[in-house]
């Protein structure tokens, strides 16, 4: 697992499962939870990129204890729910 911090650095990257699936993509991040959209389109991407999507009914928290390693586009996640790739 990851010892690093969620920050505002983070939103707009993929979120990939163990699988290698893309499950989602992070749209906001508060107090170091990041707010993941589990199904989002080609708005909600360029949404989040320029940091104008917010938490909807359609997201799920990740804790920075759910990320096994991040780069510069992508988090990847250990198996919780939630990042089931739905």
Same mark, same amino acid.
């Given at each position: 697992?990851?010892?690093?911090?969620?920050?505002?650095?983070?939103?707009?990257?993929?979120?990939?499962?163990?699988?290698?699936?893309?499950?989602?993509?992070?749209?906001?991040?508060? $107090?170091?939870? %990041?707010?993941? &959209?589990?199904?989002?389109?080609? =708005? @909600?991407?360029?949404? *989040?990129?320029?940091?104008?999507?917010?938490?909807?009914?359609?997201?799920?928290?990740?804790?920075?204890? $759910?990320?096994? %390693?991040?780069? &510069?586009?992508?988090?990847?996640? =250990? @198996?919780?729910?939630? *990042?089931?790739?739905?």
């Amino acid at each position: 697992m990851s010892t690093e911090k969620l920050t505002e650095d983070d939103v707009g990257k993929d979120v990939v499962n163990t699988n290698g699936a893309t499950v989602g993509i992070v749209v906001s991040v508060e $107090d170091g939870v %990041a707010h993941v &959209d589990v199904d989002p389109n080609i =708005t @909600d991407t360029v949404k *989040a990129k320029l940091g104008l999507n917010d938490v909807s009914d359609q997201t799920f928290p990740l804790n920075p204890g $759910d990320v096994s %390693a991040s780069t &510069d586009d992508e988090l990847r996640v =250990t @198996d919780i729910s939630g *990042a089931d790739g739905r």
